[in-house]
């Protein structure tokens, strides 16, 4: 006889745009035995990505951490002891007051990303700890930064089409964007326009997934997006597509855009991108007079030294033809700006301590970790909370980071699930919750519907929530600010009272009761439309092309880049996400880092190097060196390669060096972000 169960739901929330709704069936015993896709969501549709409908393995593996412990042999060896949360907290307490006495509390780093999405215990009781404490701020780029800054100063806001909109669409391109792979609920709605006749275009450096399926695939050269939106803005206002009234209207700054594109022709965009003149003139015509046509880009193109500038330009074309009049029309890149939540009211700026030298707290930025660690001075870092991140697997020029988590003299707390790289440099290593154990509001940068999770098991061990750790941290550290003994629901309803009108009526009873609220974007029913009418928030109002910030420059480490450079690492890697994994969450999982343990090489490039599909070949350059498979296919042109990102580091053979150990941290045009895909290589096969 089966033993009953109920159904509970939660939300997904990893790092990525679809942030799902979830069902999960538990049994009397508070076990979960069945996770799937909450059919009533309008945009999960009741299925799930590969990697969560296998979460519960991840829920129940044998390998999570489940309590605290201290080091006890070398950083980075990952030998460790149990100690009791009491010893933890207090270990951690002394070493971060005695950091602040010695040095000022700017010594103390917070290190943390989006390896949970959810409000609470991604931006909430952490923020206000860190700003009590008076720590140095993290500037939270590797991701996003970049493509958001470009947003921003080209929008006002990071706001963009809704998915649902994509099934009354007659083109659609993805550009830099694996749908399949990293938005998947997206692709029923790409589906149901095909089979409504649109055509659907992809634009990639690789052929993965998504573009195996397209009806056409277009191959670009890394780092060369700018470039080609470009020139198909020249082609556009050169055979006058463009809808001068929504221009004249909504615009600022078109006269200058003209004019920069005047020297982007299809025969030097092609020079530049790889992709055929005769292409650049179809894709630009067929953008320009399909109506209505869609864009899907992705962060992809932002992580390469003109990537702010490549998204800007990407994100003029539906501004150029009016494709934001039409529902199915315009672009999808972020939804995040729909949510106006007060998110002073969650991290409590105001706490924020002056430093040692009487100034506002210094901001580091995450993407120049191995600089942070290793050359910032006065003072240097002397302590370093980590949560919600791996920066020994996921930080650009990964040597230079891992010398400076090495440091003797560096006090560093790791919260994390398993015993990932950073957690093996850990002086005191906290078991964390995952979210089906803890409560937390959802936004979600790929849609518009907000949502509440409570727990949906119970925490295994003596694993705790970020939420409750720096609560209980800031009660070892004395402070008594009434902000750390605020529950759950009072900090979600703080967020809630915004008082922008997407939030209206919007509130935690609410949530609790429906779990899923759409934003009030638009009436119910009617598609979302943000800038039909202008309705840009910029200083102007108006949509800026921004022509003064577009110019194409090649990325240094690029074919056209620095010569001299190139002559000793002439191949170009694009180290993009793997399939089955999320950045680094799965790495511990065999089939995970057996996917990310390969590259893809173009047969001409392999056949000049002896290299055939099964060969251990070494990449490297000046920052290092990693061992991986070979596999000649065509899914790289010549002179790149593919290796899909982020296998965990100790687990690579031979230098045991994970795909950012030759990633650089030179940084983006605007928003400060990571280069990843800017990197030259050489490439060669190891020895029989």
């Known amino acids: 006889m089966s033993t009953p169960s109920v159904v509970k739901h939660s939300v997904c929330a990893l790092d990525c745009p679809d942030t799902c709704s979830l069902l999960i069936n538990v049994d009397e015993q508070g076990r979960g035995s069945r996770l799937r896709g909450n059919p009533d969501h309008p945009v999960t549709r009741g299925f799930l990505c590969g990697k969560v409908a296998k979460y519960l393995d991840r829920e129940y593996s044998p390998d999570r951490l489940l309590y605290p412990q201290k080091r006890i042999g070398a950083k980075g060896e990952g030998k460790f002891a149990r100690i009791s949360w009491d010893e933890a907290l207090d270990t951690i307490a002394a070493r971060l007051q005695a950091a602040a006495a010695e040095f000022g509390s700017e010594s103390i780093l917070p290190y943390s990303y989006a390896g949970t999405m959810g409000l609470l215990n991604g931006s909430g009781m952490d923020r206000r700890f860190f700003h009590r404490l008076g720590a140095s701020r993290l500037d939270r780029t590797i991701c996003s930064s970049a493509g958001g800054e470009a947003l921003t100063r080209s929008f006002g806001i990071r706001t963009t089409a809704e998915p649902e909109q994509f099934r009354h669409s007659k083109l659609i391109i993805a550009w830099g964007a694996n749908v399949l792979t990293t938005n998947v609920h997206l692709w029923p709605f790409i589906t149901e326009a095909r089979r409504?006749?649109?055509?659907?275009?992809?634009?990639?450096?690789?052929?993965?997934?998504?573009?195996?399926?397209?009806?056409?695939?277009?191959?670009?050269?890394?780092?060369?997006?700018?470039?080609?939106?470009?020139?198909?803005?020249?082609?556009?206002?050169?055979?006058?597509?463009?809808?001068?009234?929504?221009?004249?209207?909504?615009?600022?700054?078109?006269?200058?855009?003209?004019?920069?594109?005047?020297?982007?022709?299809?025969?030097?965009?092609?020079?530049?991108?790889?992709?055929?003149?005769?292409?650049?003139?179809?894709?630009?015509?067929?953008y320009a007079t399909t109506r209505p046509a869609m864009i899907r880009a992705n962060y992809g193109i932002q992580r390469s030294e003109r990537g702010g500038a490549a998204i800007r330009a990407i994100s003029a074309l539906p501004a150029l033809t009016g494709a934001w009049r039409e529902i199915g029309g315009g672009l999808q890149m972020s939804t995040s700006g729909g949510f106006q939540f007060n998110r002073a009211n969650l991290e409590m700026p105001e706490l924020q301590q002056k430093s040692a030298l009487g100034r506002e707290a210094r901001i580091l930025n995450m993407s120049e970790l191995g600089k942070v660690l290793t050359e910032v001075d006065n003072p240097p870092v002397k302590a370093m909370v980590v949560y919600n991140t791996n920066p020994a697997a996921i930080a650009p020029n990964l040597n230079l980071v891992r010398k400076g988590l090495s440091r003797p003299d560096l006090f560093t707390v790791v919260l994390e699930q398993f015993q990932t790289d950073t957690a093996d440099y850990a002086d005191v290593l906290l078991p964390a919750t995952t979210f089906l154990e803890h409560t937390d509001l959802y936004l979600a940068y790929g849609h518009y519907h907000l949502q509440l999770a409570r727990p949906a098991l119970d925490a295994p061990g003596e694993c705790k929530s970020n939420v409750e750790v720096f609560r209980l941290l800031a009660k070892r550290m004395g402070f008594d600010d009434a902000c750390f003994d605020e529950s759950e629901d009072s900090m979600i309803a703080g967020l809630l009272r915004s008082g922008h009108r997407y939030l209206d009526g919007i509130t935690v009873e609410r949530l609790d009761r429906e779990r899923s609220i759409r934003l009030n974007i638009a009436p119910e029913g009617q598609p979302f439309l943000p800038f039909a009418e202008g309705g840009f928030t910029t200083r102007s109002g108006k949509f800026e092309f921004g022509a003064g910030e577009l110019e194409y420059v090649p990325p240094v480490e690029s074919r056209a880049g620095d010569a001299a450079l190139r002559s000793r690492y002439p191949m170009e890697l694009v180290s993009s996400k793997s399939h089955n994994s999320m950045n680094s969450t799965f790495g511990n999982k065999p089939d995970v880092d057996d996917e990310t343990g390969f590259v893809a090489i173009h047969t001409a490039d392999a056949e000049a190097r002896q290299i055939r599909t099964g060969d251990v070949v070494r990449l490297f350059n000046d920052r290092g060196s990693v061992t991986l498979r070979a596999e000649v296919d065509g899914v790289v042109g010549p002179g790149v390669l593919y290796a899909p990102s982020v296998r965990w580091p100790k687990l690579s053979p031979g230098s045991g060096g994970g795909i950012n150990t030759l990633t650089s941290d030179r940084l983006t045009d605007m928003g400060g972000g990571a280069t990843f895909y800017s990197c030259l290589v050489q490439i060669e096969k190891c020895g029989d």
């Open 196 to 286: 409504n006749g649109a055509k659907f275009y992809v634009i990639e450096p690789v052929k993965k997934k998504t573009g195996e399926v397209a009806d056409r695939f277009f191959r670009i050269h890394p780092g060369t997006d700018l470039a080609l939106a470009l020139g198909m803005i020249h082609v556009i206002l050169r055979e006058n597509l463009q809808d001068q009234d929504y221009i004249d209207r909504y615009t600022n700054g078109f006269a200058e855009l003209k004019s920069l594109a005047a020297k982007y022709t299809p025969e030097y965009v092609e020079g530049v991108t790889g992709i055929a003149r005769e292409d650049v003139e179809l894709l630009a015509r067929e």
